[in-house]
Every structure is written in C-alpha cells, then in structure tokens.
C-alpha cells in the first residue's frame, strides 16, 4: 500500500475516551512546505501561466485553524472537528475509515471520489484552491461521507493553473490503480466537480496530472493510465495551435 505522509507525523492517542489524531512537524517540515512552493511556481513557468508561490509561513497554521474550517463548513466543506492548534501540533477527531486513497484501493465505492469532486468544485466556485489535493488528503467516515484534511495550503486563488493543480494532483495521486478502476474514479471525480463548475476541465489539469503522477504513483500503472486517453491530449494541442506530423 502506497502512504504519502511526509510533512509530519501522525499518531492515534485516546483523549477524554474518543480517538483523536495528533500531528505533530517534522524538523523537515519548512524545507518540504518550500519545496512544494517551488515546485509550483517552476510548474506554473513551464507550462506557460506563470503563477507566484504560495503563501507559507504563519498562513500555514492559519488555514488549519478554527475559522477557515468554519468556512469550509459554510462552502459544504466537511473537516475532522479541531481540537487543539499550535504552530507545531495540531490534534483534531479521528476519521475511522482512513483516507481516501486507501478506501478506493480497498476496492470502496468510486462514488467517493464523485464527493471529492464536488469539495474540489465547491472551492473552487468560492475563489480559492487546496494547492496540494492529492486523495490522501480526504477521509472517508464510516457511513461513507468524505471529509477533507491537511487544510494548510489552502490559497486564495482562483487562476486557471491553480485549478488544475488541485485536479491533477488529486488524479496524480490514483494513477497507481489499475486501468479500469482509475478510468471510473476519474470520471466520478469530473461528475462531482462539474456539479459544481459548470465550465470544462482544464486542459493542463492532464499534463499536471502526469507529472505529478510520476512523484505521486510511481508505478506502470502510471504508465498505462497515462496513455489511456492520448485522443483527449491531442485534441487539446490541435486546439492550442500545434500539429504533430507523421514523419
Ligand atoms: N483526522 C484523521 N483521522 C484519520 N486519519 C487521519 C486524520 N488525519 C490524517 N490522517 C491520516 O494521516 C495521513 C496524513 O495526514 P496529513 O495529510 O494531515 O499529514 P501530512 O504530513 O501533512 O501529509 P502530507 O504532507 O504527506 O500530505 C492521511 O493521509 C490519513 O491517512
Ligand atoms: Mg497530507
């Protein structure tokens, strides 16, 4: 099984009689939050949108806090309840079915990810973007509702490549499954999104997909989910001015 978990260190404690989850940052935590900050705006420059980084430092923390959990609520945004947050711990309800990479590989109801595209729709309909949207950053209840988790690079951002950050990384992180079940969690994903936003998918949500797929699902099925739909891919160059010639 595939764990993506490398900003801080997760552990289960009993507080009070309920299970709660404590994260606590790892000394590496910054240089990770940097990176990915980076990565982003490198990405942005070679696909030709260039965008500025995103915020990091105390807003980190901030979006995690309180309020902005207050107003994903009011977008239709569920989160865990938050218990306690510093700049170096956070502690908030413990999610009994686990995250949402790991209940689609255990085979649960694509029809998750149809929730987690309409999370990412309903964000992106109020002007902002998770940045980081891979799966494992979703749970799944028991009752099969799907909250969102690791909040803190939530960005007031709402450009065309933000979007399609937060949709190709979101498909970037399932690549790993096969052929068949990856097709159908896709499609669910777009159903749940465009119940939201009415416009197309970005066309560089797929490119973004597949870069980051090489990082996020290193796997050959990476390989074949990424050449499933080469017709899609080609018909978005032939719109955007290019031609690839047979020889
Ligand atoms: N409230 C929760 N209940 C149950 N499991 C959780 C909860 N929060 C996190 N987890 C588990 O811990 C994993 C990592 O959590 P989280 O994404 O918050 O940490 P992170 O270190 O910021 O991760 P990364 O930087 O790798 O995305 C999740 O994918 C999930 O499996
Ligand atoms: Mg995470």
New binding site residues.
Partial sequence: MY??????E?S?VELNGEKV?V?RNKLSKNL?DYLLSITYTILSILLVHPSAPPELGSKLTLNEGFKMREKLQQMGIPT?SLISLTSALLI????VG??LY?ALSRGRDSSLARSAGSITGRLHRSGYSFI?N?S??Y?VTFSGKVLR??L?FIQRKDSIFARSMDIGSFLASLLALDCKRYKEIEDAFYSGYQTEVKSNIPYISIILRNILGFGLSLSSNWVNNILQNPEKLMSYWRKFGFSIESP
């Avoid at 764990?3 to 801080?8: A, D, E, I, S, Y």
């Fill in positions: 764990f993506v978990n490398w900003q801080r997760i289960i989850v994260k990770h865990p908030e309800d413990f999610i686990g995250n790991e980081d891979k494992q950053n749970l988790t690791d803190a």
